[in-house]
C-alpha cells in the first residue's frame, strides 16, 4: 500500500515531481559514485595497492545500494497515474491558456447564456439546533450534503461570538443549466473566476449570518472545493482555513494567506481539469485510493471520505496543529440549503 | 613489457591522474545532502527516503576519508 504523501504547494505542486527530482539526484549520485570507484580501481592496478581494490570493492557496494533505492523510486514513480502525469504536464502551462480562451468562448457564446435566469435566492431545506463541532478535515468532508441540498452552514456560538463551518457539494452532474450547481458552473469558474454557484453559495452564507468579520472555515467536495477557493480568495470573508477534496484547485486563484488542504486520488481524473494549482498556499495530500479505483469512481464523495480516514492516521503535525486550531467546543445549528434558477 | 602495454599503461596513468576519486565522492555527499535538505515532502515516504539517504551519506563520507588517506 502507498502511504498518502503530502506536498508543499509553494515547492513542489505534486508528488510526482519530488519524487522524480529524488529519482534524479540518486541516479546521479549512484552514477558519480561508480566513477570514483572506477577511478579507485585503476589505482589499485596501476600501483599494485589491494587495500585500493577493497576501497573499490566498498564503492561499489555502496553504488548498488543506492541503485536499489532508485529502483524502488522508479517504482512508485510507475505506479503513478496517467492523471497525474496529465498534471504534472499541465504544470508546465503549456496547453492550459488555450482551454481557457475556449472556456471564455464557450461561457460568452453558449445559448443558455441568454436564456437563463437569474438564480432564486437559496432556500433553507432544514436545520437542527444540536449540531456537534467537528473535529477533523475528515469530520468536516462527512458533513458535505448530496442530492438537492447543495450547502449546509453549522453556527456555533462562542465567547469571541459566533463561528461558521461551511460544506459544499461538488458538481450535480444529473443538474442542468437551470442549476447552479450543473458541470457548466466550472466553465464558469474558470473563465471569470466565479460562477452562480458561488453566488447561491454567498447567498446562503448571508442568510446564515456569516458577515466579513465572522470565522468561517469551508470544506468543498470538487466543485464546492473550487468555491470554497474563490469565497476564500474574493477578500470579502474571515476565512480560517479552507480544505478541498477531489478539487480541480487550478480552476481559480487560491488565497496567499490561509491555510489550504487538498485531498487527491491520482486515479481522479477531475483534479487534473483545474490545471495547475495557482497561488503559493497550501498543502496537497495524494492519496492512493484502497482498493483501486479509476475513472469517474475514484472522484467520489464515498472514496474520498475514506481515504480522508488514511490520511487522518497518517496524523502529520502540520495537519493537527490545524485541526487543533480550528476546534470549536459545544453545540451549534446546522443549516442546510439548495437553490435553483427560476423559470 | 611491449610497447602497446607500455601505451595502455601510460594511458592509464594519465586517465587516473585526470580524476580526483575524493572529489567525485565529495560531490557526491553534497548532493546527497541537498537531496535531503529538498523542501516541500512531508510524511511517512519523506521519512523513510531521508532515513536511507543519511545513511548512504554516512558511508560516503567514511569512504571518501579512506580515498583521502589512500592518496
Known amino acids: 500500500m502507498i502511504p498518502p504523501i503530502s506536498v508543499e504547494s509553494n515547492t513542489f505542486r505534486y508528488t510526482l515531481d519530488a519524487l522524480l527530482v529524488r529519482?534524479?539526484?540518486?541516479?546521479?549520485?549512484?552514477?558519480?559514485?561508480?566513477?570514483?570507484?572506477?577511478?579507485?580501481?585503476?589505482?589499485?592496478?596501476?600501483?599494485?595497492?589491494?587495500?585500493?581494490?577493497?576501497?573499490?570493492?566498498?564503492?561499489?557496494?555502496?553504488?548498488?545500494?543506492?541503485?536499489?533505492?532508485?529502483?524502488?523510486?522508479?517504482?512508485v514513480i510507475a505506479t503513478i497515474e496517467p492523471s497525474e502525469w496529465a498534471r504534472a504536464a499541465l504544470a508546465t502551462g503549456g496547453p492550459w491558456p488555450a482551454v481557457r480562451r475556449v472556456s471564455e468562448w464557450v461561457l460568452t457564446h453558449a445559448p443558455w447564456q441568454s436564456a437563463a435566469a437569474p438564480w432564486e435566492p437559496v432556500t433553507m431545506t432544514r436545520r437542527i439546533d444540536n449540531a456537534n463541532a467537528p473535529r477533523d478535515f475528515s469530520e468536516r468532508f462527512a458533513r458535505i450534503p448530496t442530492g438537492s441540498e447543495r450547502v449546509r452552514i453549522d453556527r456555533f456560538e462562542t465567547a469571541s461570538g459566533p463561528r461558521f463551518e461551511?460544506?459544499?457539494?461538488?458538481?450535480?452532474?444529473?443538474?442542468?443549466?437551470?442549476?447552479?450547481?450543473?458541470?457548466?458552473?466550472?466553465?464558469?469558474?474558470?473563465?471569470?473566476?466565479?460562477?452562480?454557484?458561488?453566488?447561491?453559495?454567498?447567498?446562503?452564507?448571508?442568510?446564515?449570518?456569516?458577515?466579513g468579520t465572522t470565522p468561517i472555515v469551508l470544506t468543498g467536495h470538487s466543485q464546492g472545493g473550487a468555491i470554497a477557493l474563490a469565497i476564500a480568495n474574493s477578500g470579502r470573508y474571515s476565512v480560517e482555513a479552507v480544505f478541498t477534496a477531489g478539487t480541480p484547485a487550478g480552476l481559480v486563484e487560491s488565497p496567499a494567506n490561509v491555510p489550504i488542504v487538498h485531498v487527491v486520488h491520482p486515479e481522479d481524473p477531475v483534479p487534473a481539469l483545474g490545471g495547475v494549482i495557482r497561488g503559493t498556499a497550501g498543502t496537497t495530500w495524494i492519496v492512493h485510493t484502497e482498493p483501486r479505483a479509476t475513472g469517474t469512481e475514484a472522484h467520489l464523495a464515498k472514496n474520498y471520505q475514506q481515504s480522508l480516514g488514511r490520511v487522518e492516521r497518517v496524523r502529520d503535525p502540520g495537519l493537527l496543529t490545524l485541526e487543533e486550531r480550528l476546534r470549536i467546543d459545544g453545540h451549534g445549528t446546522a443549516m442546510w440549503f439548495r437553490s435553483t434558477l427560476s423559470e | 613489457?611491449?610497447?602497446?602495454?607500455?601505451?595502455?599503461?601510460?594511458?592509464?596513468?594519465?586517465?587516473?591522474?585526470?580524476?580526483?576519486?575524493?572529489?567525485?565522492?565529495?560531490?557526491?555527499?553534497?548532493?546527497?545532502?541537498?537531496?535531503?535538505?529538498?523542501?516541500?515532502?512531508?510524511?511517512?515516504?519523506?521519512?523513510?527516503?531521508?532515513?536511507?539517504?543519511?545513511?548512504?551519506?554516512?558511508?560516503?563520507?567514511?569512504?571518501?576519508m579512506r580515498t583521502q588517506s589512500l592518496g
Do not use: C, K
Request: proline share 4%.
Open chain 2, 1 to 64: 613489457m611491449q610497447p602497446s602495454q607500455n601505451i595502455r599503461h601510460a594511458v592509464m596513468v594519465i586517465f587516473v591522474n585526470l580524476v580526483n576519486p575524493t572529489e567525485l565522492l565529495g560531490a557526491a555527499i553534497a548532493d546527497l545532502e541537498r537531496s535531503v535538505n529538498r523542501p516541500g515532502w512531508v510524511g511517512p515516504a519523506r521519512i523513510a527516503y531521508d532515513d536511507v539517504v543519511t545513511d548512504f551519506r554516512s558511508r560516503l563520507i567514511a569512504l571518501a
Open chain 1, 166 to 211: 461551511v460544506y459544499l457539494a461538488g458538481t450535480d452532474f444529473a443538474a442542468g443549466p437551470d442549476n447552479p450547481w450543473w458541470v457548466g458552473a466550472n466553465t464558469e469558474m474558470l473563465a471569470s473566476g466565479a460562477s452562480q454557484s458561488m453566488s447561491a453559495a454567498e447567498s446562503a452564507l448571508g442568510y446564515a449570518g456569516v458577515t
Open chain 1, 23 to 75: 529519482s534524479d539526484d540518486l541516479r546521479r549520485v549512484a552514477a558519480t559514485v561508480a566513477n570514483a570507484a572506477m577511478h579507485v580501481g585503476l589505482s589499485a592496478r596501476l600501483n599494485s595497492a589491494p587495500e585500493r581494490l577493497v576501497l573499490q570493492w566498498e564503492l561499489e557496494h555502496v553504488v548498488r545500494d543506492i541503485a536499489g533505492v532508485h529502483a524502488d523510486l522508479e517504482g
